[in-house]
């Protein structure tokens, strides 16, 4: 089993930035590669990042390429979600989850473990 806790969500005007924490504890944080997702209000969950279980692999949605950044120490057992420029469209719920396939995914189903969302509003 692997607990997910995410934070670092808030209020932020168009064009400023956050950054998402997802801390991990359970089974071995490094052998799971993870994944962020969104839910807008009235919309389906949506992939937005993955990153490999050595950090050595990433990938975005094509909506958050260029402005997100997806990171992860393994250290400290935390994956992070560093979001830049942005805008009212990213207004979500957003998730980490974990899944221990090689490959990188981004379908939720393929995830097996997630947190319970951190709430991200951005105002125009």
């Known amino acids: 089993q692997v607990q997910l806790v995410e934070s670092g969500g808030g209020l932020v005007q168009a064009g400023g930035s956050l950054r998402l924490s997802c801390a991990a504890s359970?089974?071995?944080?490094?052998?799971?590669?993870m994944g962020w997702f969104r839910q807008a209000p009235g919309k389906e969950r949506e992939f937005v990042a993955a990153i490999s279980w050595s950090g050595g692999s990433t990938y975005y949605a094509d909506s958050v390429k260029g402005r997100f950044t997806i990171s992860r120490d393994n250290a400290k057992n935390t994956v992070y979600l560093q979001m830049n420029s942005l805008k009212p469209e990213d207004t979500a719920v957003y998730y980490c989850a974990a899944h221990d396939l090689v490959v990188l995914s981004t379908s939720e189903y393929e995830y097996d473990y997630w947190g319970q969302g951190t709430q991200v509003t951005v105002s125009s």
């Open positions: 359970g089974r071995t944080f490094s052998s799971y590669a």
